[in-house]
């Protein structure tokens, strides 16, 4: 029997964009030695951008991938584009100065800009839709959110931004949980795996050689780094990990930095145009406040992609959709009566302090890497891609330099007591939520 008979997680989860996409194209393994600049390890958002930012430079790259391109978070995740990175940029004040938090808020909304002119400039087919509300659970969100408004005004943002109160919340979104909301223009939402498609093809034409099932499984290290999969090896000068939540033990150093979390989406039967006009009138994408947020849009062809939920048993649910259903209809109650077509999960990578962990090694300066973007990683991966490049290729990079200046903990415990230690201190958060 052929290996990956027994390895169905292989090919893509069986999500609704898995379902939907733009063909997927098999490309080959790596086989035998192959010598490049630069060799990316991950065939997700961060890998597919530093690559294709690298070749626009006019370096070499090799990217592989263990699965198929987009098989991770990136393929299929809520598809959200939400300005911004990291979260409570000011606690950085004290390393990176005032100015530096204000480059990296810029960067944030930068950051969102670049998803915008990849679709443009290449073209990519992935229903890329504007318009997004953060929702407000209790009146305290509503305070955070003027705080929002007023900020993006003083870094000149230049997309509308608009303050709802509890009456007005109808116009957003047809249930009655929330108290309120922050309407911005300038964030949305896409399929993110035809995304990833179009941009590994994009980075193809530009010259880089892409190449699925082909885990990485050892890294000789040194100022030529030798990367071995099963059947080939990369010899390169320069090497970026961007394997985020799925890194393993790879590279220990930086696994332990970050926590392995499962978020869960439902997709719903495709509704009529009335039932989703109800549920979205503006088809905007739409996220709350809480911990253990809820994420939810329109799909294209008008089916509700509900998500949520944050697991860190390291054990998906048995079965998503009797564990996600529940939820959709405490918010949407009047779709009792509509049937679930799609169930899927992915792992998100969270950071002690939740900013993106962009930088090189201490120890190993030809190596660099891009994780932790705590659940908002589709901008986030973007500006990750350009800085890794802008620094890699020797442009000054003011930007890599303020993201590795910030430190990040390693969770203690190792792999087995970190999961337990996330769980305890959502917890910990969500009790306070109750106050
Ligand atoms: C269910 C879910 C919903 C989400 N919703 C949103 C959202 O709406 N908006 C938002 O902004 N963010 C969201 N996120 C987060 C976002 O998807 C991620 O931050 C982002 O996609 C991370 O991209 P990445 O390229 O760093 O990692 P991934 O996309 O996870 O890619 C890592 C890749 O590395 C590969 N890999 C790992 N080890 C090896 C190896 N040894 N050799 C070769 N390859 C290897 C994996 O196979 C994988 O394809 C969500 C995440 C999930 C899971």
Known sequence: MNARAHQPALNHTASYYAASSLPQPELAALKGEVLADVCVVGGGFSGLNTALELAERGLSVVLLEAHKIGWGASGRNGGQLIRGVGHGLDQFTNIIGVEGVRQMKLMGLEAVEIVRQRVERFQIPCDLTWGYCDLANKPRDLEGFAEDAEELRSLGYRY??????????????????????????????????????????????????????????????????KVHAAEGSVRAKTLVLGCNAYLNNLNPELSGKILPAGSYIIATEPLSEEQAHALLPQNMAVCDQRVALDYYRLSADRRLLFGGACHYSGRDPKDIAAYMRPKMLEVFPQLSAVKIDYQWGGMIGIGANRLPQIGRLKDQPNVYYAQAYSGHGVNATHLAGKLLAEAISGQHSGGFDLFAKVPHITFPGGKHLRSPLLALGMLWHRLKELR
């Open 160 to 225: 509308e931004t608009r303050l709802l109160q509890a009456n007005e919340m109808h116009t957003v979104v047809g249930s009655t949980r929330y108290v309120g909301g922050l309407i911005d223009m300038g964030s949305g939402h896409l399929h993110p795996l035809n995304l990833a498609l179009g941009e590994a093809a994009a980075a193809q034409r530009l010259g880089v050689r892409l190449f699925e099932h082909s885990a990485v499984t050892r890294i000789d290290y040194g100022p030529e780094v």
